[in-house]
T-cell receptor, first 113, second 113 residues
Framework: EPEVTQTPSHQVTQMGQEVILRCVPISNHLYFYWYRQILGQKVEFLVSFYNNEISEKSEIFDDQFSVERPDGSNFTLKIRSTKLEDSAMYFC???????????FGPGTRLTVL | GENVEQHPSTLSVQEGDSAVIKCTYSDSASNYFPWYKQELGKRPQLIIDIRSNVGEKKDQRIAVTLNKTAKHFSLHITETQPEDSAVYFCAARGSGGYQKVTFGTGTKLQVIP
């Protein structure tokens, strides 16, 4: 069964550094999402992406964040200048056209020191 | 935007007993309500979902009920087993085309053998 994959599984970075989190959605899916989950808290929506552009973003998704689909398979989340409070688990998800379910990847644990 | 409230935050039950988790949502346009189970350090896994045109859905030991008028929905787990121990999140999805999912705050279920 196809799955969403994410790399790396764990990323440690210094405050102020740029990080890129990578996701490979399920191949025939057209809608892509990033969520984050601070340890012990709920899953929070960051951004949705469709047809090569952002379709919706939350207030968390400020100018420090960007997303890109650089090729036909990858979907990336970039944080330009990381802050301590960016430490969280970041989940990518994808959904097929006409489907309800969003399929989540295994997550990338980002630790900002 | 959508706001999803979830209760209780923690729930302990004896093995074999039932567990009930309740959620309310704010946006009357929401039309899809998934429930996720999340084990420590893992991705949210969809366990059951319900659309707004259905009042109840059951899958083996798990059932979900939806009251659209009152804007609340519930998860029922019968004959609980130790492997049911996890954090459970309810969620609601709006009717917009890009369909971000808004999560509840989570319920930590502990099934005591």
């Amino acid at each position: 069964e196809p799955e969403v994959t994410q790399t790396p599984s764990h990323q440690v970075t210094q405050m102020g550094q740029e990080v890129i989190l990578r996701c490979v959605p399920i191949s025939n899916h057209l809608y892509f999402y990033w969520y984050r989950q601070i340890l012990g808290q709920k899953v929070e929506f960051l951004v949705s992406f469709y047809n090569n552009e952002i379709s919706e973003k939350s207030e968390i998704f400020d100018d420090q964040f960007s997303v890109e689909r650089p090729d036909g398979s990858n979907f990336t989340l970039k944080i330009r200048s990381t802050k301590l409070e960016d430490s969280a688990m970041y989940f990518c998800a994808s959904r097929r056209q006409g489907g309800n379910e969003q399929f989540f990847g295994p997550g990338t644990r980002l630790t900002v020191l | 935007g959508e706001n999803v409230e979830q209760h209780p935050s923690t729930l302990s039950v004896q093995e074999g007993d039932s567990a009930v988790i309740k959620c309310t949502y704010s946006d009357s346009a929401s039309n899809y309500f998934p429930w996720y189970k999340q084990e420590l350090g893992k991705r949210p896994q969809l366990i059951i979902d319900i659309r707004s045109n259905v009042g109840e859905k059951k899958d083996q030991r798990i059932a979900v009920t939806l009251n659209k008028t009152a804007k609340h929905f519930s998860l029922h787990i019968t004959e609980t087993q130790p492997e049911d121990s996890a954090v459970y999140f309810c969620a609601a999805r709006g009717s917009g085309g890009y369909q971000k999912v808004t999560f509840g705050t989570g319920t930590k279920l502990q099934v005591i053998p």
